[in-house]
C-alpha cells in the first residue's frame, strides 16, 4: 500500500479543489469522515471506507449518501472518539507509506487542536501523517534530521509541541540556529524561510510541529 487520503467534515473553502487532489493521488485509498463523505462522491470520487455520525449533513443529503450503495459505518453523536479519530485509527491498522488528511483545518478551533493532537498517533505508529488546507501543511516530526525543499513564497515555521525541544539546529534557512532549546510559549520559530536549495532541521529531544504555509 502506498497512501491513504483522509477527507473530514471540515468547511469546503479551506480544502483544495477536489480534482486538484485525485491527480496528486492516484493510486491512493480514499476515506471519507461525515461530510467529507459527500464532498468526495459530488466530486466523482467513491471512498473505499467512510466514518461518521453524519451531523453535519442535511437528512436528504444523508439519504443521497446511504443511495450510493458503498461501505459505510454509522457511530452515534455520543461517543469517546471524533469521526475523524475513528477513521485515522482504521487507516493506521494498513500501515501505509503515509496518511494524507484534508478537511481537518477551519471553523471551529477546538476540532482543529484535537486534529493537530492526532498526529501523534502516526508518529507513535511511524506513518507519515500529514494535515493540508488551502494554505497550510502539518506534520508533527520526532527527534532526527529532516530536508526540507525550498518552495517560493513559502514560510517554515516551527512550533514546540513537548515542554521543550533540545539542541534544535537550522541550517539553510534565513534565521539559522545551534542546537537552541526551544520552548513552549515562544514565537521564535515562527515564518521562517529556505534561503538555499534546501534547509537542515535537527533536533534531539521533544516535539516539534512542522508547518509550510503560504498566503492564500
Known amino acids: 500500500m502506498t497512501a491513504i487520503v483522509i477527507m473530514a467534515g471540515g468547511p469546503a473553502e479551506r480544502v483544495p479543489p477536489v480534482d486538484l487532489l485525485r491527480r496528486k493521488h492516484q493510486n491512493a485509498v480514499w476515506i471519507g469522515v461525515d461530510r467529507g463523505v459527500y464532498t468526495l462522491l459530488k466530486n466523482g470520487v467513491t471512498p473505499q471506507a467512510a466514518f461518521g ?31 475523524l479519530e475513528i477513521a485515522l485509527n482504521r487507516a493506521l491498522l494498513e500501515q501505509p507509506d503515509h496518511i494524507y488528511i484534508y478537511g481537518a483545518t477551519g471553523g471551529r478551533l477546538d476540532h482543529l487542536f484535537a486534529n493537530v493532537q492526532l498526529l501523534f498517533k502516526g508518529l507513535k505508529e511511524n506513518v507519515p501523517v500529514t494535515l493540508i488546507d488551502r494554505q497550510n501543511r502539518l506534520e508533527l516530526k520526532g527527534p532526527g534530521t529532516y530536508e526540507l525543499q525550498r518552495r517560493e513564497e ?63
Not at 444523508?62 to 469517546?80: H, M, N, S, T
Open 53 to 83: 455520525d453524519f451531523d453535519s449533513v442535511t437528512e436528504e443529503e444523508r439519504q443521497w449518501i446511504k443511495d450510493k450503495a458503498f461501505p459505510l459505518e454509522v457511530y452515534p453523536e455520543e461517543k469517546d472518539e471524533t469521526d
Open 154 to 216: 513559502t514560510y517554515f515555521s516551527f512550533i514546540p509541541i513537548s515542554s521543550k525541544v533540545e539542541a534544535l539546529s537550522m541550517t539553510g534557512f534565513k534565521y539559522e540556529l545551534d542546537r537552541h532549546t526551544l520552548i513552549q510559549g515562544t514565537t521564535l520559530c515562527v515564518s521562517n524561510e529556505i534561503i538555499k536549495d534546501t534547509g537542515m532541521v535537527t533536533f534531539e529531544e521533544g516535539f516539534l510541529l512542522f508547518m509550510e504555509t503560504w498566503d492564500d
